[in-house]
T-cell receptor
Framework: GAVVSQHPSRVICKSGTSVKIECRSL??????MFWYRQFPKQSLMLMAT?????????EQGVEKDKFLINHASLTLSTLTVTSAHPEDSSFYIC????????????????FGPGTRLTVT | QKEVEQNSGPLSVPEGAIASLNCTYS??????FFWYRQYSGKSPELIMF????GDKEDGRFTAQLNKASQYVSLLIRDSQPSDSATYLC?????????????FGIGTKLQVIP
């Protein structure tokens, strides 16, 4: 299956600092990547949709100035949590949808392993 | 009304039994439907994808879709303890070229040895 990596897998930071999370599609090109957040015992909540070379589309209630998304290439998207606070502590998961015309199934989202963020 | 509804469970079934997981969705324009399995602390993995009314079988898994009634279900035959996980129903809607996948809260399945 397709491989999507995330780095770091786990991060602890102090309140007020910024944290960058990387999402990479390792064996396919992804024009679209998605960023989700999951709190304990809750479902995946889509935060934003990231398209290569254009601005991300944020879901209602997600602050675009706090959660900065950059999708600079067909294999890399980054999420930066700026001025993190304890309430931002969560499991952040990215997924990547293969570009049309690739051998991968373009209807499927391939998920990364997730990043556990703890803000103290 | 939530866009995608699932009973959070837990659903407990004995080993070898059939587990039946249900999901309803609100948007009639939804076009494709997914079942993901998520183990605790891990990210989801796709186990079934369906877009046509009826049944789709893959090994021990069968997905059933009824667009008129707006529900999709997942049957797991010969349930194994390793099937114990949370099963997420996801619905894809193409809205003017913008595709959005919405997830349900997930049903926690416990298979009792």
């Amino acid at each position: 299956g397709a491989v999507v990596s995330q780095h770091p897998s786990r991060v602890i930071c102090k309140s007020g600092t910024s944290v960058k999370i990387e999402c990479r599609s390792l064996d396919f090109q992804a024009t679209t990547m998605f960023w989700y957040r999951q709190f304990p015992k809750q479902s995946l909540m889509l935060m934003a949709t990231s398209n290569e070379g254009s601005k991300a589309t944020y879901e209602q209630g997600v602050e675009k100035d706090k959660f900065l998304i950059n999708h600079a290439s067909l294999t890399l998207s980054t999420l930066t949590v700026t001025s993190a606070h304890p309430e931002d502590s969560s499991f952040y998961i990215c997924s990547a949808r293969p570009a049309p015309g690739t051998p991968k199934r373009s209807y499927e989202q391939y998920f990364g392993p997730g990043t556990r963020l703890t803000v103290t | 009304q939530k866009e995608v509804e699932q009973n959070s469970g837990p659903l407990s079934v004995p080993e070898g039994a059939i587990a039946s997981l249900n999901c309803t969705y609100s948007d009639r324009g939804s076009q494709s439907f997914f079942w993901y399995r998520q183990y605790s602390g891990k990210s989801p993995e796709l186990i079934m994808f369906i877009y046509s009314n009826g049944d789709k079988e893959d090994g021990r898994f069968t997905a059933q879709l009824n667009k008129a009634s707006q529900y999709v279900s997942l049957l797991i035959r010969d349930s194994q303890p390793s099937d114990s996980a949370t099963y997420l129903c996801a619905v894809n809607l193409d809205s003017g070229g913008y595709q959005k996948v919405t997830f349900g809260i997930g049903t926690k399945l416990q298979v009792i040895p």
